[in-house]
């Protein structure tokens, strides 16, 4: 199959001719020429096209073109002029049937093409529903239901019209935000940022949204703790992993118009197990061994305060030296506390009553006291990290009213397993570091030397009848469950009031047992090699219903006629409406409706049939 081109070209113009013209269009339709493209085979005809153009000649305006602006009318009161195809001012616009600017000879060239619609300037006919619609079949009854209406009103009008101004509103963006420099604060309030003397923020690493940020503002009076990870490959050069003392040692402003320097105090970090572990489980080509000496691994802030202000600021930095052998994860950490003198600052959880997702306030007695008095502690679930084992995971406070479940693995060897008792001591030991406490606060507020203010924490231990065997240790404390009772003690400002009431502690014993199946021996044959077990803690809150009154009565539960809470008619209720506690209207008002209700009643028990016998008996025993 061949193509061909066919490229014809016009060497005239597309003007109208005046006269004495020549090379130009003596009529509007300026060439009309037909093309037939036949297919033979042969001799014998298989197929034709035919091929028409029509070239119109170029029109100009009747009336030249002005700078006048168009005056369009008020399209509230009626549709855009009456022609809103009419898009170019002084000029005939194709197909716009209504435009006045083209010329009778324009609008033969397109009549037959107009747009349709309103925009067309071709409105509806007049609706059915109009008075003016009437036709001889119309029935008799169209007069009284049809609708008077001016033609100017037709369903169209409101799709073009000016409308009032509207403001832009401003939308999400995903740019970032251009945020105004802080201004400095000449004394600090709770929740308020630390400055430096050069009026700048002073910030911690801190971990938001997931990630950790390395210039994240202090707040006054805002404890914090937080770890971040790092996957080195390079000895890191910059902050905050790599920095001097003199770095560190920022001038704060104090809020009281003085300044405060940080101490900076050195810990040097042996065994890094806690900070480092591998960031990957294989690895793939060969890695040069890097000695990264003096890395930051952990920079614990103390901050003491008086009044409105700060009067001394210490740093307490752990360094090590950090070996890289290929990808390494680094666990770094930071914190911050605020000390009054030699205590710190303690915040609650509600006020009075626990607010939902706050800490749980947990206490261990102070013996040191004649007087009773409790030392505010947390109670926690595990919070694992890297490869989840024990040794290197954290812990994390429980949160009021939220149930969870966290754990830890913990790597036993067949070594392990011939020293039972030692295993289940620490299994306990590892259980017992997440709960040091002895009381729990029934309250997000509570007072530290009121007794009433604090419960016990009652331990509970389940029995476990198996026996050690070889290769299996029993009565192991794998999983504590924590159970939490709390009650609803009134309203404030409609926020439920949540105290605790009770809280009960459960180990719950298993049997750990070494695996050596699966045709893998080597486990058993090996007392170093090690597997995993879990170690588990859980934490349920658990809601008392409120008690509402005494319970009820075998007469109460069982007849159930006057009860209004149980049925739709409440006759107790039935003269509400003219008591006093009744407040949807005027307590006049209700009463002498209550009357006139009461003297219908009569009338109709007079006028009723009851009254009417009763009379014809007394008619009759009268004769």
Request: net charge negative; hydrophobic share 35%.
């Amino acid at each position: 199959m061949n193509a061909l081109r066919v490229h014809l070209g016009l060497n005239r113009s597309l003007q109208l001719c005046g006269e004495n013209e020549t090379d130009c269009c003596p009529k509007p339709l300026c060439v009309l020429e037909s093309l037939q493209v036949s297919a033979c085979v042969g001799n014998t005809f298989k197929a034709s096209l035919l091929i028409q153009a029509k070239i119109y000649a170029l029109l100009l305006p009747a009336n030249p073109g002005s700078d006048n602006e168009s005056v369009i009318p008020n399209q509230v009161y009626q549709p855009l002029g009456s022609c809103p195809c009419d898009l170019t001012a002084q000029r005939c616009n194709i197909r716009c049937c209504c435009d006045k600017d083209c010329s009778p000879e324009e609008l033969k060239l397109f009549e037959s093409h107009c747009l349709p619609g309103p925009f067309g300037g071709q409105l509806s006919q007049v609706p059915d529903y109009q008075c003016s619609a009437q036709k001889e079949d119309s029935p008799d009854w169209f007069p009284f239901l049809c609708v008077i209406s001016p033609p100017e009103n037709n369903p169209y009008l409101g799709f073009f019209y000016h409308g009032d101004k509207i403001i832009a509103k401003p939308r999400p963006s995903f740019e970032v935000p251009i945020l105004s420099a802080p201004i400095p604060v000449i004394s600090y309030s709770q929740g308020s940022p630390i400055f430096t003397i050069d009026d700048q923020l002073f910030t911690i690493p801190q971990m938001a949204l997931g990630h950790c940020v390395h210039s994240a503002p202090v707040a006054f009076l805002e404890n914090f703790s937080f770890k971040c990870v790092t996957r080195l490959q390079s000895c890191p050069t910059g902050y905050p992993l790599q920095m001097l003392p003199s770095d560190l040692m920022t001038q704060v402003n104090n809020g009281q118009g003085g300044e405060v320097t940080v101490e900076v105090i050195d810990e040097l970090i042996q065994d890094l197990a806690g900070f480092m572990s591998s960031a990957e489980s294989v690895t793939f080509g060969t890695y040069t061994v890097q000695e990264c000496a003096n890395v930051n691994l952990a920079l614990d802030y103390k901050f003491y305060w008086k009044g409105n202000g700060i009067t001394r600021i210490t740093l307490t930095r752990s360094v090590g030296k950090v070996t890289l052998n290929g990808k390494v994860a680094l666990t770094t950490r930071y914190s911050a506390v605020f000390l009054s003198g030699d205590f710190m600052s303690e915040s609650n959880s509600g006020n009075p009553g626990y607010q939902v997702t706050r800490p749980i306030i947990a206490g261990i007695e102070d013996a040191s006291n004649d007087t009773f008095s409790v030392q505010r502690t947390s109670i926690n679930l595990w919070k694992p990290v890297s490869e989840g084992l024990c040794s290197t995971s954290g812990k994390q406070p429980i949160l009021f009213a939220e149930n969870s479940t966290s754990g830890c693995q913990l790597p036993i060897s067949m070594d392990n397993m011939t020293k039972c008792d030692l295993l289940r001591e620490t299994v306990l030991s590892l259980q017992a570091n997440l709960i040091r406490a002895t009381y729990v606060a029934k309250s997000g507020n509570p007072n530290s030397q009121t007794k009433a203010d604090w419960v016990d924490i009652n331990f509970m231990n389940s029995s476990n009848t198996s026996a050690d065997g070889e290769g299996s240790c029993s009565e192991i404390p794998s999983h504590i469950h924590i159970l939490i009772w709390s009650l609803v003690n009134g309203m404030i400002d409609g926020n439920a009031q949540r105290n605790i009431q009770t809280i009960q502690v459960r180990y719950t014993l298993s049997t750990w047992t070494f695996e050596c199946g699966g045709g893998d021996f080597s486990p058993c044959a090996d007392p170093t090699e090690t597997q995993l077990f879990p170690v588990t803690a859980s934490v349920t809150f658990i809601d008392i219903p409120v008690n509402t009154g005494p319970p009820k009565t075998r007469f109460q539960i069982n007849f159930t006629e006057y009860d209004c809470n149980r049925n739709d008619v409440c006759w107790p209720q039935l003269a509400f409406p003219v008591t006093k506690y009744y407040t949807g209207e005027p307590q006049y008002q209700s009463l002498a409706k209550g009357l006139i209700l009461v003297f219908f009643f009569i009338a109709a028990s007079v006028l009723g049939t009851p009254w009417r016998q009763i009379r014809q008996v007394w008619n009759n025993s009268a004769r």
